[in-house]
Nanobody
Framework: VQLQASGGGLVQPGGSLRLSCAAS????????MAWYRQQPGKERALVAN???????EYADSVKGRFTVSRDNTRRRLYLEMDNLGSEDTAIYYC?????????WGRGTLVTVSS
């Protein structure tokens, strides 16, 4: 299983970014996929997930600002992040739970700063 996240970078407060995760080694279309983040000094925490049927869940802190989506044809997971604030500064990770274990991609750093 390989997960490769991309799309992070430096953005000003109030700005937007779109993260992407390319997945391989799994039957992507049937998997629940998730985005986690690790903010400075904190443990990794769930940001959003999306089921095979495209039902979604979000952490309270990102509801109304972030949108998770998927493209099963391209085997990609996305996270659209709007109205970013300094509290969103973190390393963002793509995640899948498969055959009893969690798989993590290399994270992508999002820095929100003026």
């Amino acid at each position: 299983v390989q997960l490769q996240a991309s799309g992070g970078g430096l953005v000003q407060p109030g700005g937007s970014l779109r993260l992407s995760c390319a997945a391989s080694g799994i039957n992507f279309k049937i998997m629940t996929m998730a985005w986690y983040r690790q903010q400075p000094g904190k443990e990794r925490a769930l940001v959003a997930n999306i089921t095979s049927g495209s039902s979604t869940e979000y952490a309270d802190s990102v509801k109304g600002r972030f949108t998770v989506s998927r493209d099963n044809t391209r085997r990609r997971l996305y996270l659209e992040m709007d109205n970013l604030g300094s509290e969103d500064t973190a390393i963002y990770y793509c995640n899948v739970h498969f055959r009893g274990r969690n798989y993590w991609g290399r994270g992508t750093l999002v820095t929100v700063s003026s």
